[in-house]
């Protein structure tokens, strides 16, 4: 199993067997069942989890229990918030639950900074990961504010890859930081132009991909 999450973090390809070895042995293995919270907005976070099989969503919530989702991860990839709230000892500023059964290691903010510190490889890891995800969620941002909600829709669904696509309303306002009412007003209206068709639980995406 060691040599699983070896291969899904690219860092590992450049530490010495000193820092690996150092890295295992703090590391607790971890298993979370589908819908499990990680950690609360607001939540101090302890440690820092390296995924390796699953997904996570990430999301903030506002005071009405909107939500907006800021990214989803998967294996391979670390979560932004759950790494600077572990780090910094400062509250996490969105929360994380899981979309399926997940695996991975959980590895104490300690030996987190100490492998940053020692080792220029995981530091600069570390960094680039922020800079992917910052420009990510400045992407988001940008979306939200000037891209009109249909055609945000639409990219959503079409990011599914998928020409059926079995996802609830709901699901849909949460990713795209709106309401339930207004998706399936959308929805209604591309239904009428015919480049979705709509049932229960269910979209078609009509358009060629």
Known sequence: MQEKIEKLYSFFDDLDSIRREKFFAHAKRVSFKKDSILFWQGDLCGAILYLERGSVKVYIQN???EEITLYTLNPGEQCVINTSSSISQTPAIGSAVTLSDVEGFMLD???VKE??????PYQDYMFSLFTLKLTSLAT???????????????QFLKSKNSKKIHITHEEIAQNL???R????RILKELEIANK????????TYMQDF
């Open 63 to 65: 005071e009405d229990g």
């Open 109 to 111: 903010s300690k030996t």
């Open 115 to 120: 492998l940053m510190s020692e080792c220029k």
């Open 140 to 154: 988001l941002v940008e979306d939200l504010k000037f891209k009109p909600l249909k055609r945000r829709v639409l």
């Open 177 to 179: 930081g709106t309401s």
């Open 181 to 184: 009412v207004v998706i399936s």
């Open 196 to 203: 979705v068709s709509l049932s229960r639980g269910e979209i």
